[in-house]
C-alpha cells in the first residue's frame, strides 16, 4: 500500500510474475500503475506491504541498489544522456555495473549487438540529442537491456507517441531478449493490440486496487472491466 499523507494511491494489490514471463499492467488512467512501478523500483517507499526479487525483499533500497539486483525500469519521458553518442548511452551501463574486467571487445560486441537489434547502427556515432523522440524510446529500452545481470525490465508506456515501424521494433527487441536470456518484462501500456501480441497475462490495476488478472481476451470479455477502464463504471 502506498498513501500520501490522507490520500491512498494504491491499496491491496497483489502480484507474482514468473520467471521469463512478459505481464501486462493495464487500467485507465489515475488508475495507480505508475505508482506500482514507482514502489516496485524503489522510488516510493511502501507505506505498509511487501516487494520480492527472486524471494529476497528489496523493500528499503534505494532505486541503483535495486538496479544493481537486476531489477530495472524506463520512464515515459526518455532519461538518456543526450550530448553522448548512441554508442556511448548503450555503453555507459555495463561499464557502471562490470567496470573495466571485462574486456573491451565483449564490450564492443555487445554494443554492436544492442545496435543491429535496434536498427540504430547508422546512428551509433552521433549525440542521442539528435534521435527522433521514437528513437530516443528505443534506445532508452536497449540501455536497459545492456545491463549483463538483468532479471527483470519495467517498461512504462514503451509505445506512447511511437511511430508503427520502431514499435514493431520493439516488441521484436523484447521478444528477442525474452528468448535468448529469459529475463522477465513488466509492461504498463495502452496499446492493446500489442499487449495481447506480448503478454499471456495481464493484470488490471482500477482505482488504485487489483481488479482482475488474466488473458486479455478474457478481460475484454468482462462487460464490467470494460466500462471501468473507459471510465463509465
Do not use: W
Not at 35 to 47: A, H, Q, R, W
Not at 58 to 67: F, L, M, N, Q, T
Not at 195 to 212: P, Q, S, Y
Request: glycine share 10%; with cysteine.
Amino acid at each position: 500500500m502506498k498513501a500520501f499523507g490522507g490520500f491512498v494511491a494504491t491499496n491491496e494489490i497483489s502480484l507474482t510474475v514468473e520467471a521469463g514471463e512478459i505481464r501486462g499492467l493495464i487500467g485507465p488512467n489515475g488508475a495507480g500503475k505508475t505508482t506500482l512501478v514507482n514502489l516496485i523500483t524503489g522510488i516510493y517507499p511502501p507505506t505498509s506491504g511487501e516487494i520480492l526479487l527472486q524471494d529476497r525483499s528489496i523493500v528499503g533500497c534505494r532505486p541503483h541498489e535495486i538496479a544493481q539486483r537486476g531489477l530495472l525500469r524506463t520512464f515515459q519521458v526518455c532519461r538518456i544522456f543526450s550530448s553522448l553518442t548512441v554508442r556511448e548511452n548503450l555503453a555507459l551501463p555495463f561499464l557502471s555495473l562490470v567496470g573495466e574486467q571485462v574486456g573491451g571487445h565483449d564490450l564492443a560486441a555487445r554494443v554492436d549487438e544492442f545496435l543491429n537489434l535496434t536498427n540504430l547502427q547508422r546512428l551509433a556515432d552521433v549525440p542521442a540529442k539528435s534521435l527522433s523522440g521514437g528513437q530516443r524510446a528505443l534506445l532508452q529500452i536497449a540501455c536497459g537491456l545492456m545491463h549483463p545481470g538483468l532479471v527483470c525490465y519495467v517498461l512504462d508506456e514503451p509505445f506512447a507517441g511511437i511511430n508503427p515501424v520502431i514499435k514493431e521494433t520493439i516488441v521484436n527487441l523484447i521478444l528477442h531478449v525474452r528468448q535468448t536470456r529469459a529475463v522477465t518484462f513488466i509492461i504498463v501500456s495502452h496499446e492493446m493490440g500489442l499487449m495481447r501480441r506480448l503478454c499471456e497475462k495481464v493484470t488490471m490495476v482500477i482505482n488504485g486496487r487489483f481488479a482482475a488478472e488474466g488473458s486479455l481476451t478474457e478481460l475484454a470479455a468482462r462487460a464490467d472491466l470494460v466500462s471501468a477502464y473507459l471510465g463509465r463504471a
